[in-house]
Structures are given as structure tokens and as C-alpha cells.
């Protein structure tokens, strides 16, 4: 834990995400994404796919997880991890909605080796 | 010379009575038939699924037209016998048609009977026996309104489902106590009534109708308004289906001077007292009994074609038969007889929680009937026993739980399957035995049911012995044989593509949530394989009206481009039918100048790919493209991709017609619908085929005559040359042809099944009868395309580059690539 901790950034509305889809948010580290679900959680992984690096934000979102648009697997969107027999694990960010706006933790976002 | 065969009537039993012929002695008989209706052979048990949207019409044909060609009938639709002359040998057809005969078939069927109440001959008023009616009925559906069906028998509650299931406000008028008093005890009779209530169908018993009353004279020619009933009460009707019973159509025997009494009476041989003249089917009283259902028919079928044959083999003998009620979600059984009686027991099961109802009566320790509701899993079982005449004195205690329970040791279901004989019968409708099914299995590698019913017929009527059959699919393939694992669409539902294509029609379902929810969907928002399915499927069923959910495509048709390795793009405009321009080629130049676009290729369908393309540039890409006249290629779509072209008349000194115009006009015609899977196609000018049209989805040979038009090839995973669907003699006719065939696609096609596979699943039967034999249904498939294409045609590129259209998709939520390094 550092002090950073409580850097909560607004990034824009719920709104601006599709329900079930995704959004792009570009950092000094590489993109993020940014998901929402049917049941309007919001979820933020890094942009890539631990199989071959797709393009996570590209893929159908189902339930909490999203299908990669490459080749298939299946990632969580709560804990970033390669679902059924596939091995892989996404970084995840601390996100949250508050009266129809996302806020996410910053913290992380400038050191792209805090691997967690 | 040759025998003279004539057959009057060409329903289900003399159907099937000159397939086993032909196959006992091919080329015996010149065969000569006449149809009062205006068509060949279908399969009359299947006009409920039909009535209720379950089925297409062209999916219950047994017979279409190539049959009789392959088989030198001759073939008179829609010419009614009207005399026999037994004398001179010759039968006379309405207009004036004649055919001598040598042997004569009587299949004049059934004719239903009509109550004779005042008012029965009203407009709307309709009976229910044959596609006339259901197209009769289909229209009035249209309408809305309301329906008053006649008749809790079989046949009305099929009409009463099929009717409910098109919207219409639906009330059943039954004289008798209880609904199919006939099949059912009153306990399965009052389960069946709720359950229909529960579907919002009225249902009235003890109810007798007095009359059928007509509309005012003064709001124009009188049809009917109401039925009214004995006890006074009135209920609104804008039809009435009268479905009170039916009665075997002997007027033309016995007019030809033929015993008749409740049918034309037969001898075992199913010869009538004329030596010279067989009956078969409904129309026949064989020993005091009349048929209402098919299984006894295609017995009697047999033997008329080892008659006919001269290969006599056992005579006909009256069996026991089962029942089952055709509508979807309505489990019931009925099989024997179930009459109370003082040399009689029961064993009855009731779990009034699963709405489940199952009773068995006995003799001497011999189950004589049975009454399934609810759960009709063991009804195969139960039925092979009361045929058998099976001892059941040792499992009788847990005998009703049915064969997994049966005598306590024999947990295993398929075990009594295995115990059959290989001549017991499995379909009694199509008359298969265990051993043609177990053989065929073996023979040809069958590994579903669906596989089963291709090459056996078993289990291909009304179903019944579906259980039994997948028992032997078990039996023989063992462990191989995983029902649950080829039938679901994914794993968020046991249903199959077939079955969630129908229910979507049946239930009336029109959009994903909806349909997750009344199919019960096991996952909360189903997965990427199920939901692009489901989308293409409410797209393709309710065109204009269903709302597309782009979150459900796949990404390439979430954003009109192909997403390659690397996160980026490939941009494939269209080059109608190949042919471009130095204009369309400049600005394609340009583009890739402008956007530094680092591959430029010729692609193996004549047009131009771009490859690299950012997403964030993709509506600019496109605005420049679509200046110079371009629009998307859909290359990334399951939709409509190429069509090749020669040059054809242009310039080639083999064109017979002009190759090139035609794949433009179709592609033109064609573009931006949505199909199940890719669909290719490719005009060529001559055979030399240099557009490579026969290994295309859909392509034509033009030839001097005309055009050929080939269709279900395959070029890609796997290889295989197209089969000819038709020849047609001009431009125009090639394009309604096209455009109906990729529509029955578009309607039956499951999803990610590319023509050929469609093709394989569904017979090049089926696919001809509707396409190219029935000039109404191949119309009506066409104005539905055309309709579809109202909404499909609208270039998706215009509507980002410039129209604003999911400008989400293109621009990142936030930057936050500046942002200061936190430490
Ligand atoms: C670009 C092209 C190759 C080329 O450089 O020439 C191509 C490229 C791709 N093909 Fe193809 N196919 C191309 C012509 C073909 C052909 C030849 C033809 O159309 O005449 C075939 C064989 C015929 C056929 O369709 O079966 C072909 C059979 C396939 C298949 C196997 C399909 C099958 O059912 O057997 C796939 C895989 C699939 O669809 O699931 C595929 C899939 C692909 C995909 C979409 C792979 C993917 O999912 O990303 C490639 C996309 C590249 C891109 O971004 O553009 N491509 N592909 C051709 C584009 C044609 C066009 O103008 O639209
Ligand atoms: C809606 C419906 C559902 C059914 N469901 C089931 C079911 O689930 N299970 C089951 O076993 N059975 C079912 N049946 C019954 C089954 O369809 C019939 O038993 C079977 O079709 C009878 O066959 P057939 O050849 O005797 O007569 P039909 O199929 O009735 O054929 C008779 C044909 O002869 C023609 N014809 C009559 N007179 C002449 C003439 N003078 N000249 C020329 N042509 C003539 C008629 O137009 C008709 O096409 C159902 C029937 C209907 C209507
Ligand atoms: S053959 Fe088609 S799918 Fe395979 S690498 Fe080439 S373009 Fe891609
Ligand atoms: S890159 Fe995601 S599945 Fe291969």
C-alpha cells in the first residue's frame, strides 16, 4: 500500500460504455478497458489477452466475464483470470460507479511493473 | 406389356404403399395416380406444426415432384376421380380425364364430418384435414380475431394450440365431459384442460352447439359472427374449425357398386369384393374397425405392395395403437385400452407438484392400456409391453416408475431395448424394426437421431418412439453416444438450433433477454457462442421489427471491419461483381497514402483489401471511400461476400450470356442481408468456369439455353462441387430463384452452418420443393427477402464515417497517457 492509494479519477458516465460492452482508456501504461455489465458493474483490465494479447475491449461481454475476440478464451472480469482449461491471468484495476459516473483507482496506472 | 396400375387419392398410405413396391418389383407397374388436391404427397400428421409455425410446408413433403419423374408416374394434381367403370376397366377424373387399369388402388382417405347445425355452411367455417385448410386457417389468423374450434378431440386441440399459438383468441366447445374422452380417462382429461387454460386457450365441455350464427346481411356477404350453444350462451367467433370427427370417403366405391359399409370392407389381402381393385387406408373397415391414425395404414401399405408385388406375405391383423397429442410442451400418451372393468387393476401414479399423471391397466398380468400425462419418457416401453402382451407379474411392484425401476435389478433404461427381438417393432408410424435400426447404425455411421430418421424413417412421423430410438443409438454406440453433447446450442442451454429457431416462431419471442427468459437459459446473459445465434436468428424472423444488439456480434460486425493480430483492421470495399475503376482505384490509393495503410492486397474474391488500418481511423477511412462511390464489402460479415465474374459475353469469345452484368445485378440485389454463415457466390459464362461457380455457396453456368444454377459448394475447410438446384431460361427468373433458395437458408439455416452443410441436414428434397417446385411458396420466399432487404440495405460504413453511428467505438473513453508518473 502507498499513499497513492485513494486516487479515485473520474473518467466519464456509466453511460458512456455500453451495457455489456466495453470502453478504451489510454495510460501511460498501455490501454485499459474499461467494462460494463448487464447488471451495470464496471470492471477495468488491461487491454490485452494473456493468450496472445488481444484485444480484450474488442470481445463480447457475457455475465462477468468477456470472450477474447482472437481466439476465444474466456477471461474474468472480476479476478482477470483465463476461465475453463486455458492458464492465464489479466491485471485488474479497482474501479467503481457512483451516481451514473466511473471512478478509478490511479494509483497503479503510472508503473507498468506493479504486476499484482 | 407392362401392368396398368391406377391409384386413386395420393395420400400417406398409397404414398408409401408404392415405395415399398418400387423396392419389391421396380418397373412392374405403369403407375398412373389421381389427387383431388392440387399437390404431391405430404405428410398430413405434420399440418399442426405447420398450423403453428413449428414447420414449413416444404419440410413435411414425403414425395415431391423429382420423385414421381424418377419414377415414371404419372402424376394428375388436382383432379378429382368421379367414376369407376369396373366393366370397361377405366376410372374417369371430374374433368374428364381418363386411365384404364389393369389392378385399381382405392386411398380416398377420410372426410371430416360436419355437425349438421344451421349456419355450418357459413363463410368461416372451416374443416381441418389438409393444406388447404391450414392456409385457410393461417389466413383468418393474420387477422386476430377470434376461433371457436369444434371438438376436444386430437385434431381440435391441435387446431386450438396452432391457432393460439398465431394470436388468436381461442375457445374449445367439447360435447363430452372430458377433453379426448376417446384416448384419456377423465383424470388425464382434466390435467390436459388445465394445462391448455393455463396457455390461455377456453376450453368448454358438456358444451353442445345449436348453431352457428352469420353477420348481418347489411355489413356484406354473410360469414360467421358466433356459435351459439344449448345452454344459451353465445361466444364470438370470426372462424369456426369444425374438428367433430372424421369418416372414411367411400361415395366413389360405392357408387362403383363396391361393399361398403362404415369404409370399403377389405379382406386381409386389403382387397375390396372387386378381385381387381384394392383399398388402403383411412378409407377402409377392415373385421367391423376404421383407422384414424397411421401406423395401421402403412401396415396395410405393406401389403398391398407384396400383393401387388406377387410376394405375399402375412395378412393384415388389428393391433393395438398409441396416441400422442402434437403440441409443443403438452406431454401425454394414451395407448390400448384403459375402460374400468371388473377383470381389471390399475397401478396409478399422481405427483400433482411435476403435474404428472401416469396410469397403467391390467389383465391377467398383462398391461392392456396406458395413460401418460406430463411425463411420457417411458411410453415407448410401456407400449412395446402392451403389444408384447408381456408378463409383468414379477416387476409389478415398481413397474409404473417405468424401465429404470422395473423389477427392482434392472436400473439400466436401455436394458429392456436391448432385451427386444430385432423384428419388434421401434416406429410404428414408418413400421421400422430394432434390427433396421440397429443395422443402419452400424452401416452407416449414424450417430444421432436426427441421422436415425435420414435413413430409416424411424421416429420421422409423429415422434413417438423418439426415446426408443435414442435407447438404440445408445445400445450401439455405447459411450459414443452422447445425446446432451451434439444437441445444445452451447452450454447455456440443453435446447438445440432447431428447436430454439421454432420456439422463437412458436412462442412469439422477440428479443435475447425474452428469450432467455421463457427458454429458461441457464447462464444469466448466455455466452459468445449462443448470442450471436440468437441475434442472427431474431434478425432473420422478425425483419423491421427486431432491434439488432450490436454487444452481440461478433467484433468484425460490431464494426464493419476484419480485426487482424496485431488490434488493427482490414477495410475491403466493395468492386461489384470484380469489376473497378481508375477512379476506385485512385481513391483507394489515396486512402492508403493518407493513413499510412502498410498492406494493400488482391484478395482471392476480386477486390482489394486494406490491411493495418487503426481502429481510431476507421470512419475516416471510410468517408474517403465512400466519396468516391464505395461502400462496405461486408468482408467481415455472416452475410453476403463476393460475387465473382467472368467477363462472359463482354468480351470472351465463349460467353453464352453476359456473366459479368448478372453477378453485378445480384450482387447489388443482394448485399448487406444477414444469412447464418457466409455466403459466396460466382457467375461463370460458359462451363469452362473460370469464376469457379461450382464450389461457390450459390453459382450460376450460364449455358446458350439459359442458366444453371448450382448452389452448396464448398472450397474452404472442406472441398466439394455444387449440385444443380435448377435451369432457368432468363436473367430475371435466375434472380427470384437465387434470392428464394438464400432465404429458405436464411430461414432454416442454423448459425455458423455454411449451403452446404443446410443442404446435408435438410435434403435437396425439401430444398426443390419449395424452391423450384411450388411457384407460390418460391414467390412468397422471395417478397421475403425483398421485404428484408428494406432494412438491411443501408451501407454500415455511411452510417460511422459520417451518420455518427456507434461513435463509441472509435474514440477511447478517457486519455490519461499524460498523466503525470505518480512517483
Ligand atoms: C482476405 C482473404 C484472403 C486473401 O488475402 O485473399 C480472406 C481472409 C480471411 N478469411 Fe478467407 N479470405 C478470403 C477468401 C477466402 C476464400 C476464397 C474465396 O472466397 O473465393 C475461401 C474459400 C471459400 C470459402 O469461403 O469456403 C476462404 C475460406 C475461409 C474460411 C473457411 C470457411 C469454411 O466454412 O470452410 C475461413 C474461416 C471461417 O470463416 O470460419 C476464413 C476466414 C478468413 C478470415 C476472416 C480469418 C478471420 O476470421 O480473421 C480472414 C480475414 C482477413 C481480413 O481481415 O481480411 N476464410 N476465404 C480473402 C477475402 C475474400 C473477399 O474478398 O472477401
Ligand atoms: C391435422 C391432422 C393431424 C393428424 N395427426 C396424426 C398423428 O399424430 N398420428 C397419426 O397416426 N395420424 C394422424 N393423423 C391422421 C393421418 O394423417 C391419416 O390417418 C392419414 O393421413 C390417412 O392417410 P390416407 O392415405 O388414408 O388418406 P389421406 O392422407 O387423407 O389421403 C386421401 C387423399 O385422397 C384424395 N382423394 C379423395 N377422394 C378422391 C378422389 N375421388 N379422386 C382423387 N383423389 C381423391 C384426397 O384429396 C386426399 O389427398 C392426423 C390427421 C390430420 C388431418
Ligand atoms: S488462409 Fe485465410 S484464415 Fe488462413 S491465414 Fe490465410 S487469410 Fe488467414
Ligand atoms: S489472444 Fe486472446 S484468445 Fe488468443
Known amino acids: 500500500m502507498t499513499m497513492m492509494d485513494n486516487v479515485w479519477i473520474d473518467i466519464g458516465a456509466l453511460e458512456d460504455i455500453p451495457r455489456q460492452g466495453a470502453r478504451l482508456v489510454k495510460t501511460p501504461m498501455g490501454c485499459l478497458a474499461l467494462f460494463r455489465t448487464a447488471t451495470d458493474d464496471v470492471f477495468a483490465l488491461d487491454d490485452k489477452c494473456p493468450h496472445k494479447g488481444g484485444p480484450l475491449s474488442q470481445g463480447i461481454v457475457h455475465g462477468a466475464a468477456v470472450t477474447c475476440p482472437l481466439h476465444n478464451w474466456v477471461i474474468s472480469l472480476e479476478t482477470g483470470l483465463a476461465q475453463g482449461a486455458d492458464e492465464g491471468e489479466v491485471r485488474t484495476f479497482a474501479v467503481r460507479s457512483e451516481a451514473g459516473r466511473i471512478l478509478l483507482e490511479a494509483s497503479r496506472l503510472a508503473d507498468s511493473k506493479d504486476a499484482a | ?823
Open chain 2, 1 to 823: 406389356m407392362k401392368q396398368k396400375l391406377v391409384v386413386v387419392g395420393n395420400g400417406m398410405a398409397p404414398g408409401r404403399a408404392l415405395e415399398r413396391l418400387f423396392e419389391l418389383a421396380p418397373g412392374a407397374f405403369d403407375v398412373t395416380i389421381f389427387n383431388a388436391e392440387p399437390r404431391t404427397n405430404y405428410d398430413r400428421i405434420l399440418l399442426s406444426p405447420v398450423l403453428s409455425g413449428e414447420k414449413q410446408y416444404e419440410e413435411i413433403v414425403i414425395h415431391g415432384d423429382a420423385w414421381y419423374e424418377e419414377n415414371g408416374l404419372t402424376l394428375h394434381k388436382g383432379k378429382k376421380v368421379t367414376e369407376i367403370g369396373r366393366a370397361a376397366k377405366i376410372v374417369t377424373a371430374e374433368d374428364g380425364t381418363r386411365a384404364a387399369y389393369d389392378k385399381l388402388l382405392i386411398a380416398t382417405g377420410s372426410v371430416p364430418f360436419i355437425i349438421p347445425v344451421p349456419g355450418k355452411d357459413l363463410a368461416g367455417v372451416l374443416t381441418y384435414r389438409d393444406l388447404d385448410d391450414v392456409n385457410a386457417m393461417l389466413i383468418a389468423a393474420e387477422q386476430g380475431g377470434h376461433a371457436v374450434v369444434i371438438g376436444g378431440g386430437l385434431l381440435g386441440l391441435e387446431a386450438a394450440a396452432g391457432l393460439k399459438s398465431r394470436g388468436m383468441d381461442v375457445t374449445v366447445v367439447h360435447l363430452m365431459p372430458t377433453l379426448m374422452e376417446r384416448q384419456l380417462d377423465a383424470a388425464a382429461g382434466q390435467l390436459l384442460k388445465r394445462e391448455l387454460e393455463s396457455r390461455g386457450i377456453k376450453v368448454l365441455t358438456s358444451a353442445s352447439t345449436r348453431e352457428i350464427k352469420s353477420t348481418h346481411p347489411s355489413l356484406g356477404p354473410p360469414r360467421v359472427r358466433a356459435v351459439a350453444l344449448d345452454d344459451g350462451n353465445e361466444i364470438k367467433a370470426d372462424i369456426v374449425v369444425m374438428a367433430v370427427g372424421i369418416r372414411p370417403n367411400t361415395a366413389l366405391a360405392s357408387d362403383a357398386g363396391l361393399k361398403t359399409g362404415r369404409g370399403i370392407q377389405v379382406t386381409d389381402r386389403l382387397l375390396t369384393s372387386d378381385p381387381d381393385i384394392y383399398a388402403v387406408g383411412e378409407c377402409v373397415e377392415f373385421e367391423g374397425n376404421v383407422y384414424g391414425l397411421v401406423a395401421p395404414l402403412y401396415e396395410q401399405a405393406t401389403i398391398i405392395a407384396q400383393e401387388l408385388a406377387g410376394k405375399p406375405g402375412n395378412g393384415f391383423v388389428d393391433k393395438a395403437l398409441a396416441t400422442r397429442l402434437k403440441v409443443t410442451g403438452v406431454d401425454l400418451f394414451s395407448a390400448g385400452d384403459f375402460a374400468d372393468g371388473d377383470d381389471r387393476e390399475e397401478i396409478v401414479l399422481r405427483d400433482a407438484t411435476r403435474g404428472v399423471y401416469r396410469r397403467l391397466v391390467l389383465k391377467d398380468d398383462r398391461i392392456i392400456g396406458a395413460v401418460m400425462f406430463g411425463d411420457t419418457s417411458d411410453s415407448g416401453w410401456f407400449f412395446q409391453m402392451i403389444k408384447d402382451a408381456a408378463d409383468i407379474a414379477e416387476m409389478r411392484d415398481s413397474l409404473i416408475f417405468g424401465p429404470a425401476y422395473a423389477g427392482g435389478g434392472q436400473l439400466d433404461p436401455t436394458a429392456a431395448v436391448a432385451a427386444l427381438p430385432d423384428e419388434a417393432e421401434i416406429c410404428g408410424c414408418n413400421g421400422v424394426c430394432k434390427g433396421r435400426i440397429v443395422s443402419a447404425i452400424a452401416e452407416k455411421g449414424l450417430t444421432s437421431v436426427d441421422d436415425v430418421r435420414a435413413h430409416t424413417k424411424a421416429s420421422a412421423s409423429c415422434g413417438t418412439c423418439t426415446g426408443l430410438v435414442e435407447q438404440l443409438l445408445a445400445l450401439s454406440l455405447g459411450d459414443a453416444y452422447d445425446p446432451a453433447a451434439v444437441k445444445p446450442m452451447c452450454g447455456c442451454t440443453d435446447l438445440g438450433h432447431a428447436d430454439v429457431r421454432r420456439l422463437i416462431i412458436a412462442k412469439n419471442i422477440k428479443t435475447i433477454p425474452d428469450l432467455m427468459q421463457e427458454l429458461e437459459w441457464k447462464s444469466s446473459s448466455g455466452c459468445a457462442k449462443c448470442r450471436p445465434a440468437l441475434n442472427y436468428y431474431l434478425l432473420s424472423t422478425w425483419p423491421g421489427e427486431y432491434v439488432d444488439d450490436s454487444q452481440s456480434r461478433f467484433i468484425n460486425e460490431r464494426v464493419h471491419a476484419n480485426i487482424q493480430k496485431d488490434g488493427t483492421y482490414s477495410v475491403v470495399p466493395r468492386m461489384w461483381g470484380g469489376i473497378t475503376s481508375a477512379n476506385e482505384l485512385r481513391a483507394i490509393a489515396d486512402v492508403a497514402d493518407k493513413f499510412a495503410i502498410p498492406t494493400v492486397k488482391c484478395t482471392g474474391g476480386q477486390r482489394i483489401d486494406l490491411l493495418g488500418v487503426k481502429k481510431e481511423d476507421l470512419p475516416a477511412v471510410w468517408a474517403d471511400l465512400n466519396a468516391a462511390g464505395m461502400v462496405s464489402g461486408h468482408a467481415y460479415g455472416k452475410s453476403l461476400r463476393t460475387v465473382k465474374t467472368c467477363v462472359g459475353t463482354d468480351w470472351c469469345r465463349f460467353g453464352t450470356q453476359d456473366s459479368t452484368g448478372l453477378g453485378v445485378r445480384i450482387e447489388k440485389f443482394m448485399w448487406g442481408s444477414w444469412t447464418p454463415a457466409k455466403v459466396k457466390m460466382a457467375v461463370s459464362g460458359c462451363p469452362r468456369n473460370c469464376a469457379e461457380a461450382t464450389c461457390k455457396d450459390v453459382g450460376v453456368i450460364c449455358v446458350d439455353s439459359g442458366y444453371e444454377i448450382h448452389f452448396a459448394g464448398a472450397a474452404g475447410l472442406d472441398i466439394k462441387g455444387t449440385e444443380i438446384l435448377c435451369h432457368v431460361r432468363t436473367e430475371d427468373d435466375a434472380i427470384e430463384m437465387i434470392a428464394a433458395l438464400v432465404q429458405l437458408y436464411r430461414e432454416q439455416g442454423h448459425y455458423l452452418e455454411r449451403i452446404y452443410k443446410w443442404l446435408k441436414r435438410v435434403g435437396m428434397g425439401s430444398v426443390r420443393a419449395a424452391v423450384v417446385e411450388d411457384d407460390g411458396r418460391r414467390k412468397a420466399l422471395f417478397d421475403a427477402f425483398v421485404y428484408s432487404q428494406k432494412f438491411s440495405q443501408s451501407d454500415p460504413w455511411a452510417e460511422r464515417a459520417t451518420g455518427g453511428k456507434d461513435a463509441h467505438e472509435f474514440a477511447p473513453m478517457a486519455d490519461l497517457s499524460r498523466m503525470e508518473a505518480a512517483e
